[in-house]
């Protein structure tokens, strides 16, 4: 897998904003992308040191949609948990 197509994104939510106050980046990865791989990644994309990596997989929710309520499933989502040890990213803009 190319170091390009290992990070999808990055999440910008209310929790993410509050984790990057303690150095702790949240990205949307690949699905098959390993813990390994997110860390080169993002020290190779980035100038920075990567200390930790968590991933959790967020489940795919069933909503309904449209003017006939038709049940439509999300998709499933895998997040990592980037913990840096040295360098800052500048991923939110500041207000």
């Known amino acids: 897998m190319k170091i390009?197509?290992?990070l999808v994104g990055p999440v910008l939510t209310e929790k993410a904003t509050n984790l990057a106050k303690n150095q702790t980046y949240m990205f949307?990865?690949?699905l098959k992308?390993?813990?390994?791989?997110?860390?080169?990644a993002v020290e190779k994309l980035f100038p920075v040191k990567v200390a930790k990596v968590?991933?959790?997989?967020?489940?795919?929710?069933?909503?309904?949609?449209?003017r006939r309520m038709k049940a439509k499933k999300t998709s499933i989502q895998k997040?990592?948990?980037?913990?840096?040890?040295e360098g800052k990213l500048d991923l939110f803009p500041q207000t």
């Open 4 to 6: 390009n197509e290992v």
């Open 28 to 30: 949307e990865v690949h």
């Open 33 to 40: 992308a390993s813990k390994p791989q997110i860390k080169t």
């Open 54 to 66: 968590r991933l959790f997989i967020r489940k795919g929710k069933v909503k309904k949609v449209g």
């Open 79 to 85: 997040l990592a948990y980037v913990k840096l040890r």
